[in-house]
């Protein structure tokens, strides 16, 4: 049986931010054997630790596309790569310049530059201050307008040390209807989940061989290697299931728990 699963939430895992009761049944099946599950998302730390407290996964969560990975039992970041000072208050300027939400999901907190929820915290700078007190290693920026994000993507992509390493699927996919806003994740230039994944499997010193890896986007892409089994669920994008070694059921028909369940027989 492999030691390891690697799986990313949204559209994956989670559907609208729910998953079901048999996914965590599996999940906790899974983990009770002695093995690790491991999220890998897009998402902040708040939320990746929520969503791995909830389902029963591993203490180990990797956050903001691969920009850290955090042992939430320990509080302990085991690595991260954060986004330059000046870098960080040049895309608030941008944000700030087409009306867009500016949204940072730190260790302890999610601030934004135009509030919607009543857990986030209003931010009118970035300060240095602010910058050295917080963990800052994604920036997303959202609009319900296509156009102003296409604007902003353009601004984003003259500037060094970043890369949108994330975005909304209608930006790609014009058959996909946006819930709400349009958006983009920023990192450092030098993150992916695949790198992340790697420093993990080497913190933990277990072979690739010996991992899963179980997605849905084009962020995931990075993670499917040559070695170990690549898993994508029915909806996953074009491109990603072309790689796969294996597809499982669709995220709406708990595809992970029947990857699992496959696993935990060895049947693939």
């Not at 087409?98 to 986030?120: C, D």
């Not at 994330?166 to 230039?189: F, H, K, M």
């Not at 030098?190 to 080497?202: C, E, M, S, T």
Request: glycine residues 4%; proline residues 1%.
């Amino acid at each position: 049986m492999k030691k390891i699963i690697f799986s990313d939430i949204d559209r994956t895992l989670a559907k609208e931010g729910v998953i079901s009761n048999r996914n965590i049944k599996y999940i906790k099946k899974y983990v009770s054997k002695g093995n690790l599950f491991v999220l890998v998302s897009g998402r902040t730390i708040l939320y990746t630790k929520d969503i791995s407290i909830k389902t029963g996964a591993s203490k180990y969560v990797i956050c903001n596309n691969g920009a850290v990975i955090y042992d939430y039992e320990n509080n302990k970041i085991i690595s991260m790569e954060k986004i330059p000072f000046k870098v960080v208050k040049k895309v608030f300027d941008i944000a700030k310049k087409y009306a867009s939400r500016f949204i940072i999901g730190t260790n302890n907190n999610t601030y934004v530059n135009k509030m919607l929820y009543e857990n986030e915290t209003l931010i009118e700078d970035i300060t240095k201050d602010f910058y050295d007190n917080n963990i800052i290693c994604q920036i997303t920026i959202s609009n319900k307008d296509k156009e102003v994000i296409k604007k902003v993507i353009e601004e984003v992509n003259k500037i060094k040390d970043i890369k949108i390493i994330n975005r909304c699927r209608s930006l790609y996919d014009d058959s996909y209807v946006p819930n709400g806003n349009i958006w983009i994740d920023i990192t450092n230039e030098n993150v992916n989940k695949g790198k992340a994944v790697l420093d993990l499997l080497k913190y933990f010193n277990i072979d690739l061989e010996d991992s899963v890896r179980i997605g849905d986007d084009l962020n995931d892409l990075s993670m499917f290697f040559d070695k170990g089994l690549n898993v994508a669920v029915e909806n996953a994008m074009r491109d990603l299931k072309n790689k796969a070694d294996f597809i499982t059921k669709s995220c709406e028909e708990d595809g992970v728990s029947y990857a699992i369940e496959k696993i935990m027989s060895e049947k693939i």
